[in-house]
Structure formats: C-alpha cells, structure tokens
C-alpha cells in the first residue's frame, strides 16, 4: 500500500476540485447575491487543505497498485463530498446543518439527485448552479472509473469489458493509457452535453437552465433548478428530449466512444447489454402506458408521454418528475422503482445493478433450467460470441448477494430509525440505486428523514456509485495488511 502517491493524488484532486467553484463564485459576483464569501471561504478550505495533503508527499513517485486503486476511488467521492458541502454549509440563508450539507454535496457528486432543499426558485442563481455543476462532474468521474479502473479491479463482472473498451491494460497496475481513456471519454460527455443544452435552449428554457438541465440529465443526475422539476415548463418537446438524451447516457459511454471512431450506430444493435437493456425499458414503458389508458390516469397522448418520459426518468436513475406519482396507480412507481435496480449499462452515469449483471443473472438461470432437463449436456454461457468464465459469473452473483444484503441491512436501519416501511424501502431504492426519487414520506424530498437517516443514506449513495465492494473492502482486515 503506497499511501504517500494516494495521498499526493488526493491533495491534487483538491485543489483542482476547489477551482470548481470559480463558475458558480462568477456568477455570484456578476449577480450580487451575497453567496460570494461563502463560495471564497469554500475555495480557500478545499484548495489549502489539498495543498497541506500534497506538499509533504509531492517528490513521491511510485506505481500504483490494485489496492492503491481501491483506496483513491473510496476517497475521491467521500472526501469531495465533504469538501463539497462547504458552500451549502457557508451560505447562511439555506440554514443547512453540517449532515444536511454533506447529504446534498454527496447527493450532488454521487449522481442520486436527492435533496433536501426546499424553495428552489428562490434561490440564488450561484446555489443552483453549483448544485448542477456538482452532479456533472461526478457524472465524469463516474464514467471514468466505471470504465478504465472498475474493470481492472474486477468489481462483480466489470471485467468483462477489458477487452472491448479503451480502458487499462489488464496487468495489475493503474497505467498512464488511462489518461488516455478519460481524455476520449470526456470528450463524448461533452459533446453530448452540448447536445443536450443546445436542445434544450433551442426548445424554450433559458440559457441557465438549458445548461443546469443539461448537466443533471446527462449525468442522470436529477437535480433541477425548479421545485417542479422539468414540469415547471410545461413542454412536451422538452420531455421527449430529455427522455432521448437520459436514454442515450443509459449506454456504456465506452461503447459510444468506439461507435463515434468508427462512425458505425450498428454496434449498438451489435452489443448485448445495449440490446437487453433496451427491452427492459421497453417492457416497462409499455405496461405503464398502458395501465394510465386503462385506469383513464390520462388520455392516450398524455399517457404516453409522461408514460415514456417517467419510466425512462426512474429505471435510468435520473429522479426527475414531472407530477406527483401518487395519483399514479401504486403499482407503476413500485414496478418502475423495481426496475431502477437494474439501472443502466455498465459504464454509463446510471446507477444501480447494471444491465450486464441483470442479463448474465438471466442467462445462467436460464442455463440451470436447460441443465436439469439435460444434466450430461455441456452449455456454454455466453454473452454475444463470448464465453463467460465462471469466475466472472461468480462474482456477478457475489455482487448481487452483496447488494441484496446491503439492501436489508440499510432499510432495517431506516425503519429502526423511525420511517414507515415503504418510506425506507424507496429511500434506500433511491439512494443505493442513485435515483433520488422516492415515494410516500420521502417523495417531496428528504428534509424529513432524521440526522441518522441522513447519515445511513449518504453511506447507502456511496454504496451505491462505488459498486459496493469497492468502499466494504476497505472495512476488510486483509486490505490493510502489508
């Protein structure tokens, strides 16, 4: 364990994290909207103490190994996070305890989407914005670790994509081709944030909120900067675009990177997890549209909008919404809920299971059934042309034991703490599952839930985007011995 080179890299990470907060401090002085000493104080804490954390260690150089890779993955979203609390924490008229702050910043950097905050309109300009601006650089850093490092440290059948992505080497060192890796993956995140802002400007929001909702959604993030979230503007267009792009960063960001080099969309059709993940979506936007019909929830126009855009919205792990699901039979919120567990693709800004996961859970089950009706046959498990090893399946079920474990564990301690079972149940869903949204106490936000809960939550967030084993091995004795 070379702890001076992660400590060199975290002090890094801070200072460059602190120059984060130059945007939104702009706009507060442009603005004049007294957040501006908040913002300096925040940006001076985070760029000194990462400056103290590197000074003593700079001259290190050395390799960084698989448990070094574990450890600075736990670190960067806990230690930003707490680092990213500091202008919530400062800003004296949100009126945010200390737990509520961390909530919200970690909320932010983990991609979930949950709040605590209430009276978004009338907050300053500067707040909202660093709000977005937190969700779209943890959606990056996501995306680069899911793709180039996860894979590498064998995170419950993320290794499948060695060999497929630009990610690392497959030797058992962190290695410089993923400087390359996050340059190429960032620049298709870009780009489709781009895309994603352009359309939104161009079909009616402002040019603040076009970019604050381009960031979330590409993120699959949630936060809005409106209490009514993207119902606020009252647009179908707005809705069928958002549902486009929040779909589209479902999919392996890897997979978008080789499609735009070999300017080929056939890969898609191509790509397993992309294939299987599709039908989901479809199989349950297809019976929500169709239970709103029946149940005369909406017209046939309305059901299918808000039918697609809400499905899309919840099983990507984005939370936004744009009316109150309560109205909604109980039985479309819970099954969409449900289905949030699977999440997007590996690789991609959503959260949850992952759809590689889920098939390969599929495929084995349905490799057992055939088994048993022929017990000499030898059936290969495959995904796509590829044989599956049976370490890897192993580890997908180890994953999901794992998760469902945690699931348990977190939800007992929910309603230990005084919530309702259902309130805990969409809380947890909402946050091991990064999707922010949840239902009945907790379908309003997260103000609510007591200073336990939030704390138990926040650890359910971190769970969650770092793939669970990534944070529960440094609890492991065996990870700390030399």
Not at 163 to 183: C, N, Q, V, Y
Request: charged content about 10%.
């Amino acid at each position: 364990m070379h702890f001076s080179v992660s400590f060199r890299i975290l002090g890094l990470l801070l200072m460059l994290f602190s120059m984060t907060i130059l945007p939104p401090l702009t706009i507060a002085l442009i603005a004049d909207d007294g957040t501006a000493t908040g913002f300096f104080s925040a940006m001076g804490i985070t760029f000194f103490s990462g400056l103290l954390m590197w000074l003593p260690v700079r001259k290190v150089r050395q390799e960084l190994r698989i448990r070094d890779g574990f450890l600075i993955t736990s670190l960067f979203w806990t230690v930003l996070g707490l680092f990213g609390a500091l202008p919530f924490a400062l800003h004296e008229a949100l009126h945010m305890s200390a737990v509520d702050a961390i909530f919200e910043s970690i909320s932010g950097l983990t991609a979930t989407g949950a709040t605590v905050i209430t009276g978004l309109d009338e907050l300053p300009g500067s707040i909202l914005f660093y709000r977005q601006l937190l969700q779209w650089l943890g959606g990056i850093g996501i995306i680069v670790v899911a793709v180039a490092i996860l894979p590498m440290l064998g995170i419950g059948g993320m290794q499948l994509y060695k060999a497929e992505t630009p990610g690392p080497s497959k030797d058992s060192k962190l290695t410089p081709r993923i400087t390359e890796t996050a340059k190429a993956l960032f620049a298709v995140y870009l780009a489709l944030t781009v895309a994603c802002a352009t359309t939104y400007y161009v079909l009616g929001m402002s040019a603040f909120d076009a970019i604050g909702h381009a960031f979330s959604t590409v993120a699959l993030a949630g936060f809005s900067t409106h209490d009514a979230s993207l119902g606020f503007f009252d647009s179908d267009g707005i809705l069928v675009a958002a549902s486009f792009f929040m779909l589209v960063s479902g999919v392996n960001f890897g997979l978008h990177f080789i499609s735009w080099r070999r300017r080929s969309l056939f890969l898609y059709h191509r790509d397993s997890e992309t294939r299987f993940y599709l039908l989901a979506v479809s199989v349950c936007i297809g019976t929500t549209i169709a239970y709103l019909i029946v149940e005369e929830i909406h017209g046939h126009k309305e059901s299918i909008i808000h039918g697609v855009f809400q499905v899309i919205s919840i099983i990507t792990t984005t939370g936004y919404s744009t009316e109150n699901l309560a109205v909604w039979p109980a039985f479309l919120p819970i099954m969409a809920i449900f289905f949030s567990c699977m999440g997007g693709c590996v690789g991609s800004t959503a959260g949850g299971i992952k759809a590689m996961r889920v098939m390969l859970i599929y495929k084995q089950g349905i490799r057992e059934l055939k088994q048993l009706v022929h017990p000499n046959a030898v059936i290969p498990l495959k995904v796509g042309r590829r044989r599956v090893e049976a370490t890897i399946v192993s580890a997908v079920w180890s994953f999901f034991a794992v998760y469902t474990s945690t699931f348990i564990v977190i939800l007992l301690l929910l309603v230990a703490s005084g919530l309702d079972f259902l309130t805990a149940f969409s809380a947890v869903a909402a946050s091991l599952n990064n999707l922010g949204m949840g239902i009945a106490g907790v379908a309003a936000g997260f103000g609510s839930v007591s200073e336990f809960g939030k704390i138990v939550l926040c650890i359910a967030m971190l769970l969650g985007r770092l793939e669970i084993f990534t944070l529960l091995v440094l609890f492991t004795p065996m990870f700390w011995r030399l």
